[in-house]
T-cell receptor, first 112, second 112 residues
C-alpha cells in the first residue's frame, strides 16, 4: 500500500545524544515536511523540502538537521543543540503543486 | 504567510450538525483553503479543500464566504469519532515554496 512511514513510534534517548528519526514515502511525492508538536499545541514546521538535495528551514529549525538524498526519504536528526527535544514529531509529504498532504503516524521522542 | 484564526474549542452533540468557523482576512487570490483534523496521538488527516466555491465530500462540506475572508467546515451529522482538533490552513499553490503552516486549530468535543 502507498503511504508515509515513520519509525520508530517511540524513541528514548539520553540527553546530549544525537538521534535520527526516519521518514519514508512511496507516494512519489516531491515535497516532504517535518513538524514538531508539544502537548496541547499545534504543529510547528521544522524543515521542508521541495525536491531532492534541496531543503529549507521552517519556523523552528535550530537544533535540527535534515537531508534529502532520495525522493522517498527525509530523515530528521535531533542534535544535542536542541534544548527541549522531547516532543511528538510528524512527517508529511505532498505533490507540488499540491492539494492534499499525507502525514505519518508520528514518532514520540523522549529525552531523559 | 497569510494566517487563519479559529476558536480554541467547540462542543456539540452526537448526530447534530457542527459548524467550525475560520477567519482568513489576509487571504490572497491564489490561496486555497484546506482543512485537516488530528485525532489523539495520530498524524493529521486531510478533510477537504476549496478555492472559491462551496465543496462537498464524504467527510464534510466547506462553505466559503463570497469575499473569501472566512470559511466554515460543516460536519452534517457528528459522531463520537469526529472528536478531534480541526485545522484551517491556507495553501498558496501559486508559489514553489509551500510551507504548509498550521495554526492552533479548534478542539471539537462531541457529547453522546
Amino acid at each position: 500500500d502507498g503511504g508515509i512511514t515513520q519509525s520508530p513510534k517511540y524513541l528514548f534517548r539520553k540527553e546530549g545524544q544525537n538521534v535520527t528519526l526516519s521518514c519514508e514515502q512511496n507516494l512519489n511525492h516531491d515535497a516532504m515536511y517535518w513538524y514538531r508538536q508539544d502537548p496541547g499545541q499545534g504543529l510547528r514546521l521544522i524543515y521542508y523540502s521541495q525536491i531532492v538535495n534541496d531543503f529549507q528551514k521552517g519556523d523552528i529549525a535550530e537544533g535540527y538537521s535534515v537531508s534529502r538524498e532520495k525522493k522517498e526519504s527525509f530523515p530528521l536528526t535531533v542534535t544535542s543543540a536542541q534544548k527541549n527535544p522531547t516532543a511528538f514529531y510528524l512527517c508529511a509529504s505532498s505533490i507540488i503543486p499540491n492539494t492534499e498532504a499525507f502525514f505519518g503516524q508520528g514518532t514520540r521522542l523522549t529525552v531523559v | 504567510d497569510a494566517k487563519t484564526t479559529q476558536p480554541n474549542s467547540m462542543e456539540s452533540n452526537e448526530e447534530e450538525p457542527v459548524h467550525l468557523p475560520c477567519n482568513h482576512s489576509t487571504i490572497s487570490g491564489t490561496d486555497y483553503i484546506h482543512w485537516y483534523r488530528q485525532l489523539p496521538s495520530q498524524g493529521p488527516e486531510y478533510v477537504i479543500h476549496g478555492l472559491t466555491s462551496n465543496v462537498n465530500n464524504r467527510m464534510a462540506s466547506l462553505a466559503i464566504a463570497e469575499d473569501r475572508k472566512s470559511s466554515t467546515l460543516i460536519l452534517h451529522r457528528a459522531t463520537l469519532r469526529d472528536a478531534a482538533v480541526y485545522y484551517c490552513i491556507l495553501r498558496d499553490v501559486g508559489q514553489g515554496a509551500q510551507k504548509l503552516v498550521f495554526g492552533q486549530g479548534t478542539r471539537l468535543t462531541i457529547n453522546p
